[in-house]
C-alpha cells in the first residue's frame, strides 16, 4: 500500500474504511486499508497497509482519519 494508491482510493470512491490494529501479533500491527467489493465479505476486502514502522503511518492516518476509522467490528466500530 501506498501513499498514491490510498488518495487514488479516496478520490474514485474505492475506499470502504481503514482500521487501526495495535493488540495483535507484531506483523498485524498497523493501519489496515479496505475497499468495496461486492464479492467481499460484508462488503469489501483487504487492500493493504500501513505497517506500525511505516513513514507514511501518520500521513496514511491523516488522509483516512475523518472517515471513521475504526478498531474493528468489520468497520462499523
Known amino acids: 500500500m501506498t501513499i498514491q494508491i490510498l488518495k487514488s482510493m479516496l ?3 474505492t475506499f470502504h ?3 487501526y490494529r495495535n493488540d495483535v501479533p507484531r506483523l498485524w ?3 489496515w486499508i479496505y475497499r468495496h467489493d461486492a464479492n467481499g465479505f460484508r462488503g469489501f476486502v483487504s487492500a493493504g497497509a500501513f505497517p ?3 513513514p507514511d503511518l501518520d500521513a496514511a492516518y491523516e488522509l483516512v482519519r475523518g472517515t471513521g476509522v475504526s478498531v ?3 468497520g462499523q466500530g
Do not use: V
Open 52 to 54: 506500525q514502522d511505516s
Open 11 to 13: 478520490d474514485d470512491g
Open 72 to 74: 474493528g467490528a468489520y
Open 17 to 19: 474504511h481503514a482500521t
Open 29 to 31: 500491527q498497523g493501519l
